[in-house]
């Protein structure tokens, strides 16, 4: 399976509080995204990544990503409790968007 | 301007059943997904579209069928439904591969008894 991995699987913080995830994948990519989903919902895309950048800002969001470790971190600060959702990794290469298992946060207030 | 729209949102089939799942988008989208999510596995790619008249395979294809007669248009079909096809479905569309983000629709949950 090309499917990646994220870390953790679930994330329980304080709100105010910043959340950390862990997305791993297998394959060589053009782009590392970045999707949110609350409950029985569609995903909605929050943040792009290319291959040859190495860190990424958008508003309280910062992405990194080191191809040399297949590896990508998605760091939300200032955490608030609308940002409990699952949050998914997804590699984007050759015609395919391959998504990662998910972290499911949750923000207590 | 309703995006990506999949019909139906909910659906019950007996095992044996077929059906077809329509996604419809209006963004003059070249690449168009379907993926199922289950319950701790995230979303799995099952067919995928890179233009009209194009479909391939994506992680798990099997017992399922895919068509682009029309650039807005991806239908999934299921010849004859089985309880592991249990899941909730997710259509979504992307510009172009490379560069730009997916949307995606609200999904349809399938049952099948």
């Known amino acids: 399976s090309q499917q990646g991995e994220e870390d953790p699987q679930a994330l329980s913080i304080q709100e105010g509080e910043n959340a950390t995830m862990n997305c791993s994948y297998k394959?060589?990519?053009?782009?590392l995204q970045w999707y949110r989903q609350n409950s029985g919902r569609g995903l909605v895309h929050l943040i792009l990544?290319?291959?040859?950048?190495r860190e990424k800002h958008s508003g309280r969001l910062r992405v990194t990503l080191d191809t040399s470790k297949k590896s990508s971190s998605l760091l939300i600060t200032a955490s608030r409790a609308a940002d409990t959702a699952s949050y998914f990794c997804?590699?984007?290469?050759?015609?395919?968007?391959?998504f990662g298992s998910g972290t499911r946060l949750l923000v207590r207030p | 301007n309703a995006g990506v729209t999949q019909t139906p949102k909910f659906r019950v089939l007996k095992t044996g059943q077929s059906m077809t799942l329509l996604c419809a988008q209006d963004?003059?989208?070249?690449?168009m997904y379907w993926y199922r999510q289950d319950p701790g596995m995230g979303l799995r790619l099952i067919h995928y579209s890179v233009g009209e008249g194009t479909t391939a395979k994506g992680e798990v294809p099997d017992g399922y069928n895919v068509s682009r007669l029309k650039k807005q248009n991806f239908l999934l079909g299921l010849e004859s439904a089985a309880p592991s096809q249990t899941s909730v479905y997710f259509c979504?569309?992307?510009?172009?591969?490379?560069?730009?983000?997916?949307?995606f629709g609200q999904g349809t949950r399938l049952t099948v008894v």
């Open positions: 979504a569309s992307s510009p172009r591969q490379g560069w730009t983000e997916a949307f």
């Open positions: 394959t060589s990519i053009n782009n």
């Open positions: 963004m003059n989208h070249e690449y």
């Open positions: 997804a590699q984007d290469s050759s015609y395919k968007l391959i």
């Open positions: 990544i290319r291959s040859n950048e």
